[in-house]
DNA sequence: ACCTGAACACCGTTCAAGT
DNA sequence: ACCTGAACACCGTTCAAGT
């Protein structure tokens, strides 16, 4: 307390500090006398390292993607490096759910991410896709793990399933059956994810094979 | 002004003014005092019609959920209603570019939200799907749907194709191909919402033919 | 029944001081 | 070079008045 702090405040720092404290507490806990306070320092002393509270959220988005492991890229067969990737991907975002209301409206364009997509995609067309096909795959993946991620589907039907029987019976029925498959609360969003994702590569292997529909 | 309003306050016509606010002017500019100014009444006056600006929040998501054009599921053939259905729902979220945000993290419970996915996954059902595989279909629909409604992907990379050429050379040529295909800025987004429908689509529709790779 | 003004505790951000 | 206290304009929300 008597000594001055030394360098413990840089951008990299404050990031690391304030995803863990959207972690530990929510999104909306994100302020910025919360975050100095985690940091044992004053508010303002931040704006010596960052330009504004929306730089802080990019450094967040920055550090969630530096988490995704893109390793699994380099694997053959490319089909099964491709879904590992997007599951490691998916288990990134779902390990930071606080988060990613923020990584989804944030577009990031990091050296490491532009890497990461331009292997992908290298992948992709070594596989055998045009550059076209490849980014319209690429696009669709994306979706499917961002949108799973954010799991709205899950969120409004795990709750209540017997609740609005009589009235919605398709509804009901669907619920009940996939809890029976796999009762865990996040099943139904994963076993979507992993639905949707065989659908979509294997549907392209079919094209790339020529048995497509074209 | 000399007269006093007479009802012009209620729930649905607070969230009418706060989508058109969201709309015209971004989702940061929903504020308590401009969305009175806009009603012509002093912020305070709201909280005698809502309980929060959250419930302002899921009075809006409900008017999101309400532009869903259903119809398209009891048209024939089911494949084309689905597809129909899951492109009208994209349409209104990305109508609404402010506003997607406030959606992706919103579950909606209303009644019409729940009759609306009964019939999807009835038409599932009668299609053909167990009513485990209907759930499934239609998270992986909901999924994409949200994912490329966010956009993300296309926000990411549409803009600056050339930037990154020589590190980044199997991203620089799918975008340049993209564009090649489709020079509008969201046309990367369609494309690769489209594909991922057509595989998901294409791919149930196999499987419940026996075509499929079970 | 419902609009109002004033106030509350909070927020992001700035800036003149300090060291 | 960087932390600090105080201040700024703002925010959501409450509440005693008013009509």
């Not at 997007?86 to 975002?93: D, E, I, P, S």
């Not at 779902?94 to 990584?103: G, T």
């Not at 980014?135 to 949108?147: N, P, S």
């Amino acid at each position: 307390m008597g000594r001055p702090h030394q360098t413990l405040l840089s951008r990299t720092a404050i990031a690391h500090a304030a995803l863990e404290l959207i972690d530990d507490r929510g999104y909306e806990a994100l302020t910025m006398r919360a975050l100095a306070d985690r940091l044992g320092v004053r508010g303002a002393s931040l704006y010596n390292h960052i330009g504004s509270k929306d730089d802080i959220l990019d450094a967040v988005s920055e550090l969630l993607d530096a988490e995704i492991d893109h390793t699994p890229l380099h694997r053959e067969p490319w089909l099964d490096g491709i879904a590992a990737y997007a599951r490691g991907y998916r288990r990134v975002l779902q390990s930071h759910p606080n988060a990613i209301s923020l990584v989804a409206r944030r577009a990031v364009h990091t050296e490491d991410a532009l890497r990461e997509y331009d292997t992908l995609l290298a992948t992709l067309v070594r596989a055998g896709c045009t550059p076209a096909l490849a980014a319209e795959t690429a696009a669709a993946l994306d979706f499917l793990v961002i949108g799973s991620a954010l799991e709205t589907y899950a969120a409004g039907f795990t709750r209540p399933p017997a609740a609005y029987r009589p009235e919605h019976p398709a509804l009901a029925d669907s619920l009940e059956a996939a809890n029976r498959v796999d009762p865990s609360p996040t099943a139904l969003d994963d076993r979507g994810f992993e639905f949707g994702l065989r659908m979509i590569l294997g549907g392209l292997a079919a094209q790339l094979a020529g048995t497509g529909s074209g």
